[in-house]
């Protein structure tokens, strides 16, 4: 071999080996930035969503037709987030049947009270949120929104006269976004009209449950 033959590989080989040792200084190093780093933890734990609720058990005596009686629920929240308040009723019950049921419903077939009773809910002396004439659940009759809010204020005007069907629904929405200590008084509203006649009935009978959620959040809302 020639000294210039030689002398050419071996001067390719040395520049050769110092890039490899560069390549794996800037591989096996870090980089060419400063760097700096603080160790961190992440925990986390539940809150929690606590209602307070007055006397729920709710007896109008004495009624006479025309003339409501009203009875009211003070309730207030102890919680982490922001809740809502609703007033709730299981409509699969044979109690609810008889209340406002369906017309047609194998147990009560008349619909339930129908024009026989007016019930409202109003919130802190407010307007009605929901209320009804003719207590019956039935197709195209009253509007009501997602929270339980609508109803109907119609009166019947002669005997032969019919209100829209407006069965109360399964859940009304007393309050909304409620923060921890705040609350309010639900008033519910309950009057035979002019169609009574027989004395000392019993003519409601029908549970119900105050709910608190996180706001936003339904009663009947699915966990998953």
Request: some cysteine; charged content about 10%; aromatic content about 8%.
């Amino acid at each position: 071999m020639k000294k210039s033959t030689a002398f050419r590989m071996s001067g390719f080989i040395g520049t050769a080996g110092v890039t490899v040792a560069l390549v794996a200084a800037a591989v096996g190093g870090t980089g060419a930035y400063f760097t700096d780093s603080e160790a961190g933890n992440l925990s986390a734990s539940s809150g929690h969503l606590i209602l307070n609720v007055s006397n729920t058990h709710l007896s109008l005596t004495d009624l006479v037709p025309g003339t409501d009686k009203t009875a009211n629920i003070d309730f207030n929240v102890d919680a982490s987030g922001k809740s809502d308040v609703w007033l709730v009723f299981d409509t699969t019950t044979a109690a609810y049947g008889a209340f406002s049921g369906a017309n047609g419903a194998a147990a009560y077939p008349a619909g339930g009270l129908g024009r026989y009773g007016h019930f409202a809910v109003s919130v802190n002396s407010g307007p009605a949120l929901f209320q009804s004439y003719n207590l019956v659940t039935g197709p195209n009759g009253c509007y009501i929104d997602a929270d339980g809010h609508g109803g109907s204020a119609t009166q019947a005007t002669s005997p032969t006269n019919n209100p829209p069907y407006c069965g109360v629904p399964a859940a009304i929405k007393l309050a909304s976004g409620l923060t921890s200590g705040q609350g309010a008084t639900a008033n519910v509203t309950f009057g035979l009209t002019g169609k009574v006649t027989t004395q000392n009935t019993p003519f409601a009978d029908v549970p119900f449950t105050i709910v608190a959620t996180q706001a936003g959040v339904r009663p009947d809302a699915l966990n998953f």
